[in-house]
């Protein structure tokens, strides 16, 4: 593996604080430090908040599906996490009888989008420090397809190489666990309140359907073509 060399064309885009980070190792790997107990704390609560999030997420597409469709499911606790994401979206994008919840679910879901990729390289990817600056360094020997997460920076790629690795601030870490918990709790509290009500409000849905109050939208799933 080699350190020091940069792209041609990577410096400019990179934020100057994580490139002195990733410079200031003599060995990419042997000049990292071990992660401290509060990392693994700050580390752990991010991956627990955004499984939270995901289960919360499920059950509002059950709610949702029940009221779009008139029957009770559970269909949504056997999709993968990339799936949820995309129906619970597109169950946004349906929910024509409440637009306020539509829109809130949406928000949340474009930051568990977001924040998948992050939780990803967290259960996956081997973490540690950079000593002396404000960022967290991933290693991972298995990339392939993988995305890199959106804050999280990798200084140069070889083809050829056997490990790769993302920067990420702690700082921004922070910031993102705050707007994680935030949405997590969000979609908790619409989860428990839609399931409490899904019956009524599917009744309603119908009855308004069916005297023309309220146009229903094709339930559209990204890249499934559904």
Known sequence: MRSHRLPRDAAPEIPAD????????????????PLSGDDYALIGKFVQTYCVADLEARRVINCLTHIRSGTATTFALKLNDKDALDHLVACADSCVWNL?????IRKAAEIFVQHRHIRHMFAHWAGRRIPSHD???FFTASLGKQKLPQGAVMIEEYDD???QYGLMPISNLLK???KLEGHA???????????????QIAEQFAKDVADGKLTPKPYKVAGSGT
């Open 135 to 137: 960022s967290f360094i």
């Open 176 to 178: 993102e666990q705050t």
């Open 161 to 163: 190489a056997k490990v």
């Open 100 to 104: 306020e919840l539509a829109e809130g």
């Open 18 to 33: 994580l490139l002195a980070a990733r410079m200031s190792l003599g060995h990419l790997m042997n000049g990292t430090h």
């Open 185 to 199: 709790e969000y979609i908790a509290n619409m989860g428990r309140q839609l399931e409490e009500k899904a019956l």
